[in-house]
């Protein structure tokens, strides 16, 4: 029994997971640099709706952008499954950083695709680009746990959830506003790619801080 509990104590602090008596606070630069990058995650995904007119604007066919829309999907599926593997293997946040720097090519390859009119861009990027769901739908979890503990996780994941949810709601129509004033889908693409990278600081921050919280 002392064994098993020792394992368990290792595991969890391997995770970095919060004990139980860890403290937890809406207010903690932890909660709100991850739900920052949450937010401006999840306004990433919005994208796909778009795929198929972004195809169209470029001259591109109507039937190879529903392509496009499909391999994104597929990509989606793949992903999702991808991120779990490599959670037990990696950890929750350098899975999700796998994911992220993936996203970041898919939508380097995507835009170069679209600029270039080089079809297998496209469809390598569409592909690709269905990281942004396992972050998004898997990743958020994954990280929830492990930057706050099991004690504190049913505290912290609702409300991220609901900012998840405003993020993917929002993203929609603010890429459709985007090509409105600007008559491209690039300039949206280029802010996805800026997003990305102060996600990347905001995840980081955030770890940073939950592993002192944790340490203190």
């Known amino acids: 029994q002392e064994g098993a509990k020792g394992l368990r104590i290792g595991v969890a602090g391997q995770e970095g997971s919060s004990s139980p008596g860890t403290p937890f606070a809406f207010k903690s630069v932890s909660f709100l640099c991850f739900a920052a990058f949450v937010f401006l995650f999840c306004l990433i995904t919005g994208l796909a709706q778009h795929i198929s007119g972004y195809a169209q604007s470029i001259g591109m066919t ?83 746990r492990r930057f706050f503990g099991d004690a504190n996780y049913a505290k912290a994941y609702p409300t991220l959830a609901f900012i998840s949810s405003v993020g993917c709601a929002v993203a929609i129509p603010a890429i459709g506003y985007v090509y409105d004033f600007t008559g491209a889908y690039d300039y949206a693409v280029i802010a996805c790619l800026a997003i990305h990278v102060a996600g990347l600081v905001l995840i980081l921050r955030a770890s940073r801080a939950a592993q002192a919280q944790q340490a203190g």
Request: hydrophobic content about 65%; some cysteine; proline content about 0%.
């Open 62 to 144: 109507a039937g190879f952008g529903a392509l496009l829309l499909s391999l994104s999907m597929v990509g989606n599926i793949l992903c999702k499954l991808l991120i779990g593997m490599l959670t037990d293997k990696l950890g929750a946040l350098r899975s999700s950083l796998v994911m992220i720097v993936v996203n970041v090519a898919a939508l380097v390859l995507i835009l170069l695709g679209a600029r270039t009119a080089t079809r297998w861009m496209m469809v390598v990027g569409s592909l690709l680009y269905g990281s942004v769901y396992a972050v998004a739908a898997v990743g958020i979890a994954l990280l929830t």
